[in-house]
């Protein structure tokens, strides 16, 4: 069964992805991390942000094994992040990695912007996770708060809204709800509820399956 998660920042796809892909006992990727790990690599190696050739270079030998998770998780990485996956040779180099996690034997659950739309569009299940914006940049605030990087919220609010908008406008994949995702609002939901409510959504797929058989 391949499951495909996508949903805006902070609005806990990932947390719901990981939960799943443990429940179902299948294998999860979480593609912000490919975006995430090139833009970081960029960064790190010099390579200016709009040099889309050499972008796609290193997205395309990337070992995204290699990085930690608190590298890839700061805010000035998650900007580049949303920069160079507007960049078509960008995503173009990531597609069959992705596409090869998701066909594994068994199934996958795979969280993103473009899984349901572009990837896997015909994923068994999808679902489209978003919270009020107010609440995503509360919780993404309490993240970067741990990791010892304070900001406040409406800085905050205004990089979700920056991000967002550069997400969801680029001319490739931009990041939107497929047509036969199911949506889980989280703004009031807490971990525990969201992720029964994802879980009920695959349960009515499976029933629903074995009904036709
Ligand atoms: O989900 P996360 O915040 O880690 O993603 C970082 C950035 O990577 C996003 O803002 C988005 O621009 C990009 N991304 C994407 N497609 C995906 C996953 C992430 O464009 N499937």
Not at 22 to 45: E, I
Not at 143 to 155: R, V
Request: aromatic share 2%; net charge negative; glycine share 6%.
């Amino acid at each position: 069964m391949i499951v495909a998660v996508d949903g805006t920042l902070a609005s806990g796809k990932g947390t719901i992805a990981r939960a799943l892909a443990a429940w179902l006992g299948v294998p999860h990727l979480d593609t912000g991390a490919l975006y995430r790990a090139t833009a970081l690599s960029a960064l790190t190696a010099g390579v200016r942000l709009e040099d889309e050739a050499a972008l796609a270079e290193l997205a395309g030998c990337l070992d995204v094994e290699a990085f930690e998770d608190r590298d890839l998780r700061t805010a000035a990485v998650g900007q580049a992040a949303s920069k160079v996956a507007a960049l078509p040779a960008v995503r173009a180099a990531l597609v069959s990695f992705q596409r090869n996690f998701a066909e594994r034997p068994g199934g996958a659950v795979l969280d993103g912007r473009d899984i349901g739309t572009v990837i896997c569009p015909t994923a068994d299940v999808k679902l489209w996770v978003d919270a009020d914006i107010a609440e995503r940049a509360r919780r993404r605030r309490k993240e970067l708060d741990a990791a010892g990087q304070p900001i406040s919220q409406d800085k905050m609010v205004a990089e979700l809204t920056e991000r967002d908008e550069r997400d969801r406008s680029r001319s490739v994949a931009p990041m939107q709800k497929a047509k036969d995702a199911v949506l889980i609002d989280t703004t009031d939901l807490c971990i525990d509820a969201a992720v029964d409510k994802a879980r009920s959504v695959i349960t009515a797929v499976l029933d629903a399956r074995s009904r036709h058989l």
